[in-house]
Each structure stands twice: as structure tokens, then as C-alpha cells.
């Protein structure tokens, strides 16, 4: 069994900033890809960026400049680097990783939770 369990968020002032984590546990032999995607309500979720195992990122093009999505292979663990947040930015942010579970031949998709992130005064 794989987890993801997200941290971080909460309320923020616009302007502000946070940092989501979001680490992996259990029984992983690898990650691949690791990604954050948001959900506003009445929104369907959108992709927010994507990392590889190499440190290659790709981020939504609205986004870009303010978000920084980083990892650490180690700790299985992905972080989104949120600056200058504004009202539009809250929803729930989830997170999701490929993974190659051990005794497994088949890479797997997983999510976490979700965890809210508000901006606002």
C-alpha cells in the first residue's frame, strides 16, 4: 500500500506565500513523476506542474513565475513553492506520484487528500 499525505496549507493573506509538501510512504520501490493539481469549487482540477525523477519541471503557463515545484528523491517527498498568492489561487491542492510499488511490475497512479489552501484578507 502507497500514501500521500499533503501538508502545509491553510490561510494566507494575498501577497503571501506557502509551501505545500507532500510525501510518499509505504511500499515503494520508485517514483516517477510527481505532480500538483488544484481544484476551486465549481472548477474542475487543473494541473498546477509536474516534476521527474530528474528535476524536470513543467508548470501550468498562468502560473508560471510564482510557483516552484521541487523534490526530494530521498524523502519521496514534493514541494510546491507558492509566492505573491492571490484570491483566485484558493482551492484544494492535491498531489500525485507514479509509482512503482514493490513486488509490483506496474507503475500506479496515486493521490493524496487534498489539502486547502485559502488567500485572503
Known amino acids: 500500500q502507497v500514501h500521500l499525505v499533503e501538508s502545509g496549507g491553510g490561510l494566507v493573506q494575498p501577497g503571501g506565500s506557502l509551501r505545500l509538501s507532500c510525501a510518499a510512504s509505504?511500499?515503494?520501490?520508485?517514483?516517477?513523476?510527481m505532480a500538483w493539481y488544484r481544484q476551486a469549487p465549481g472548477n474542475q482540477r487543473e494541473l498546477v506542474a509536474t516534476i521527474t525523477y530528474g528535476g524536470r519541471t513543467d508548470y501550468a503557463d498562468s502560473l508560471k513565475g510564482r510557483f516552484t515545484i521541487s523534490r526530494d528523491n530521498v524523502k519521496n517527498t514534493v514541494y510546491l513553492q507558492m509566492h505573491n498568492l492571490k484570491p483566485e489561487d484558493t482551492a484544494i491542492y492535491y498531489c500525485?506520484?507514479?509509482?512503482?510499488?514493490?513486488?509490483?511490475?506496474?507503475?500506479?497512479?496515486?493521490w493524496g487528500q487534498g489539502i486547502q489552501v485559502t488567500v485572503s484578507s
Open positions: 509505504g511500499s515503494i520501490y520508485s517514483i516517477n513523476a
Open positions: 500525485n506520484a507514479d509509482v512503482l510499488p514493490r513486488g509490483s511490475r506496474y507503475i500506479q497512479l496515486f
